[in-house]
């Protein structure tokens, strides 16, 4: 495990001026903040956007590559937040990917201690079935660029996505999609082609569809490593990478403070153990 302190490494598109950018010791030095559990799954899936905002609000990251091969921790004693990115392996493909099982144990661990967790597009939909949903290969095709959301009643007063405004964009880059949601899950955010775009689950829960953490450096590098199944989709990967980078100031400005709220989440759940210890 690794603690990451600054913009976040690991990620496509990596700039300092960017969406990503290397690692350096937070002000407060390494070890003194509140830390958050980061599941990272694919080399060019990190954190970006969401971390750097994380990072700023005081927090400290523990990466785990698991693609690599590095250890998950047996409980979440250790952290007070539970990060799970996006990846290109589905949700059930433990063949291919040995570390889910145990991300989906530390999902439930999370929901059931009360432990803060978010789960972005992979991350979202392993939040979903490990809990008792769905998630299912979309029949359109991919969802791809950015696309506009939309507000449901419950978004209303909701700690973390209570602010994202009616028709905010969302990059996007998926070609499967929660169809059931668990028991008891809150629905959110929804969106002409994708349903279950933001649900909480839980007291301090949430799953997304969609991908904060991503600019358009991210999604170009996407979309040059997929081109050739974007476009046998019936997709233009330029057209896709355009929608992005035009809709990026507005991206930064939603998300960045999505992710902030949840780090605000987090922070009040790490005081609230300590006044308890």
Do not use: K, N, Y
């Not at 978010?118 to 299912?136: E, F, K, N, R, W």
């Not at 050739?228 to 990478?241: E, I, K, M």
Request: glycine share 14%; net charge negative; proline share 7%.
């Amino acid at each position: 495990m690794t603690s990451e302190t600054s913009e976040m490494s690991g990620t496509s598109g990596a700039t300092l001026t960017g969406e990503m950018a290397g690692v350096a010791e937070s002000p407060a030095g390494r070890g003194t903040a509140p830390a958050v559990l980061v599941v990272q799954h694919e080399e060019d899936a990190g954190p970006g956007l969401v971390g750097d905002r994380l990072v700023r609000t005081g927090l400290r990251l523990d990466m785990v590559r698991a693609w690599q091969g590095e250890p998950l921790p047996d409980d979440l004693g250790g952290h007070a937040g539970l990060l799970v990115l996006g990846g290109s392996v589905g949700c059930r493909d433990d063949t291919s990917a040995p570390w889910l099982p145990r991300v989906r144990a530390l999902v439930r661990e999370a929901v059931a201690d009360e432990v803060p967790l978010l789960g972005i597009c992979l991350g979202g939909q392993l939040v979903a079935d490990a809990l008792g949903g769905s998630v299912v290969a979309r029949r359109r095709g991919p969802e791809l660029g950015a696309v506009p959301l939309r507000r449901l009643a419950a978004a209303d007063g909701d700690p973390v996505l209570g602010g994202v405004p009616e028709g905010a964009p969302a990059a996007q880059w998926h070609w499967d999609e929660v169809d059931r949601l668990p028991a008891g899950a809150v629905p959110l955010l929804t969106g002409d082609d994708c349903p279950h775009q933001a649900f909480r689950v839980g007291r301090a829960g949430w799953g997304l569809q969609f991908h904060p953490e991503a600019g358009s450096g991210t999604v170009a590098r996407w979309a040059e490593a997929d081109d050739a199944q974007v476009r046998a989709d019936g997709g233009d990967p330029a057209a896709v990478v355009a929608s992005v980078r035009e809709a990026e100031p507005e991206l930064r400005t939603v998300w960045g403070a999505v992710s902030e709220a949840w780090g605000a989440v987090v922070r009040a759940h790490a005081g609230a153990r300590a006044a308890r210890a």
